[in-house]
């Protein structure tokens, strides 16, 4: 016989509140939905939830109504179907591995890789039976004489975040829809929203949440977007074997950032663009890599693909400055933090030693490369501080 509700004792219905939350609350915001524990109101709805279907909570892991919404609104941005979440874009990369890859596969990784996706494609290689091989990534339609009958998985980066190359994009993807392999974009440098991956044959396109959808450098994540479910499904299924999934409250703090993105992401691509084209004439810069201007190897597939850039690009420094006095130029730097990442208000900078990170190309270039990140500073302000920097440079020379 069921108890009636106001005999039970006080423990009991301080776990089972009797209360219910007003239904009717409207607001733009999406609720912070945390569970472990997904309840059902009987056996037969419990036998009927099906993993497949996003929309069926089965266990606070796999989904959350928080967790969906942004799933939801990052395949809309992308112009995909489905949206699978991950704790940091770096998982999301590896996901995409697991999910498709096995002992005997193959997979092509352009020369100018986010590192730890080429690090994770060693590792496969060294420990899992699977072959990963280096492209250059300005390769086009010659990636097709790359392809072997193995071969699973093509990875592009548009642009390589580093050296900030753009492929032919349509020339790689045709290629590999040829021969049935599936191809996946890193596009975290375009946010999603300067190039739309599904219209130039991409299957995936990856996100490092981390970044512009972040905004506030203070939250991890990573996606990946997906038009075709079947595709969606084994990353899914890959996902959930190894027990991944993301919190609600990091999903909400995204959720708060996304309608600001856009308008973020174009202020950066302003004060970029402005200072990107102030250091090429600077004699210290040797080149300035900014896929928006001609010296960018791929400029042309940027005009053709792209409708904007953002806050990240490259310069590679004269030959005639040694990589320590260059760090004294980054160091000299007040509005330029120097850290990894970027994506949030403040303004970043990074030497890289190029030469020792390449395998598949040659690395044309003498002098050191810095990446700058251009944050929401004023742009005189940052041409201020790249100004007294350089001035250490030289003097430094
Ligand atoms: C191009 C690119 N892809 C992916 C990632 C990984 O993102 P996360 O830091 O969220 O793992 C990064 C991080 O810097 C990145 O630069």
Known sequence: ???????????????????????????????????????????????ACDWRNDGQWRYGLHATPTSLALAQRLAV???????????????????????????????LIPDNVYSPNREFGDWLARDFGVTAR??????GAGIA?????????IWLEAPGSVTMEVPDVRAITT???????????????????????????????LQALTKYQSGGGDVLMGATITVDRELHLKLKSARMRMGIGVSSDDCSLILRSLPSMQVRFAQHDR?????????????????????????????????RDFTGAGGLFSVVFDG??????????????????????????????????????????????????????????????????MEQGLAKLASAA
């Open 271 to 303: 004060s970029a663009l402005a200072l990107a084209k102030w250091l090429k004439t600077r004699p210290e810069i040797a080149t300035v890599l900014h896929p928006a201007l001609p010296d960018c190897p791929g400029h042309e597939f940027f005009e």
């Open 1 to 47: 016989m069921t108890q009636s509700r106001s005999t039970r004792g006080l423990q009991t219905r301080i776990v089972r509140p009797e209360d219910q939350i007003t239904p009717g609350f409207e607001a733009f915001t999406v609720p912070v939905t945390r569970a472990s524990t997904v309840v059902f109101p009987d056996l037969a709805a419990m036998r």
């Open 175 to 205: 290629a590999a829809r040829a021969r049935n392999v599936v191809t996946a974009i890193d596009n975290t440098w375009s946010a999603g929203l300067a190039f739309r991956p599904f219209e130039h044959g991409v299957d995936i396109s």
């Open 145 to 153: 004489e790359l392809i072997q009958p193995n071969t699973r998985l």
């Open 134 to 139: 280096y492209y250059e990534p300005m390769i």
């Open 320 to 385: 005639r400055y040694t990589p320590a006095q260059v760090d004294t130029f980054c160091e000299a730097l007040a509005l330029f933090s120097i850290g990894w990442s970027w994506g949030g208000a403040q303004s970043l900078v990074v030497p890289y030693d190029i030469a020792s990170m390449r395998t598949a190309a040659q690395w044309p270039h003498r002098g050191t490369l810095v990446r700058f990140y251009i944050g929401l500073e004023e742009e005189d302000d940052l041409r201020a501080d």
């Open 77 to 107: 941005i992308e112009g995909g179907n489905h949206a699978l979440l991950q704790p940091s874009g770096l998982s999301a990369i590896s996901n995409v591995y697991f999910g498709l890859v096995k002992a005997g596969d193959d997979v």
